[in-house]
């Protein structure tokens, strides 16, 4: 299926859009958040803190390059179009609902956003570990995602608003998408 010029630049640059995204967030958190409780306030930063994350992550499209390099062979483990999907509705979109429901629900469902961004730092840094190199992102999964999700987590529980539902969600939701991702990659290698 052909897409559009217009679609085909979305996919291929969103992490741009992204970070500058991400940089307005910020900007604008001393408006937004104002009056907030912390644990609000944190959940709110997964979202910029993730795009910039990104823009570590994908610039020059290195993500999906050293994922095809590493687990492709001679397949294309990730297309261009699967890294938009994965991360315009799979972190975007999950953490959009994550700060709505936290807002307006409970601050619990924040950590779905929390457990997102922790998930995805120790998957980086165990893959860090374990190849003794650098891997696209490493840099920002342990120095934004680490203390802010840190952070985050801990809010959300010395707020009274963690409990055993709510942190196995966050987890359980966190550990779902990194699988479906991982489980992707390899049905596309087979």
Same mark, same amino acid.
């Given at each position: ?14 992490? &741009? ?5 991400? @940089?307005? @967030?910020?900007? =604008? ?6 009056? +907030? ?9 997964? =979202? ?7 823009? *570590? *992550? ?17 397949? *294309?483990? =990730? ?9 315009? /509705?799979?972190? +975007? ?13 409970? /601050?619990? &469902? ?23 190199? &650098? ?10 995602? @680490? ?44």
């Amino acid at each position: 299926m052909n897409s559009s010029p217009t679609i085909q630049r979305l996919v291929a640059n969103w992490c &741009y859009g992204g970070f500058l995204a991400g @940089l307005l @967030l910020l900007g =604008l958190l001393p408006v937004i958040a104002h009056g +907030w409780p912390l644990a609000l306030v944190l959940v709110y930063l997964q =979202l910029p803190i993730y795009m910039l994350h990104q823009l *570590e *992550e994908h610039d020059g499209d290195r993500f999906r390059t050293f994922v095809n390099a590493l687990f492709g062979g001679k397949r *294309e483990a =990730l297309t261009p179009a699967a890294v938009f999907v994965i991360n315009i /509705p799979g972190v +975007w979109g999950v953490n959009l609902a994550s700060i709505l429901l936290a807002a307006f629900v409970d /601050p619990g &469902y924040g950590l779905i956003g929390i457990d997102l961004t922790l998930v995805n730092a120790l998957a980086h840094i165990a893959q860090g570990i374990a190849l003794r190199r &650098y891997n696209p992102g490493l840099g920002t999964a342990i120095f934004l995602f @680490l203390p802010v999700g840190g952070l985050g987590l801990w809010a959300i529980n010395a707020a009274g608003h963690g409990g055993l539902f709510f942190n196995g969600l966050g987890l359980a939701s966190a550990v779902a998408i990194h699988a479906a991702i991982i489980g992707y990659v390899v049905r596309r290698t087979r």
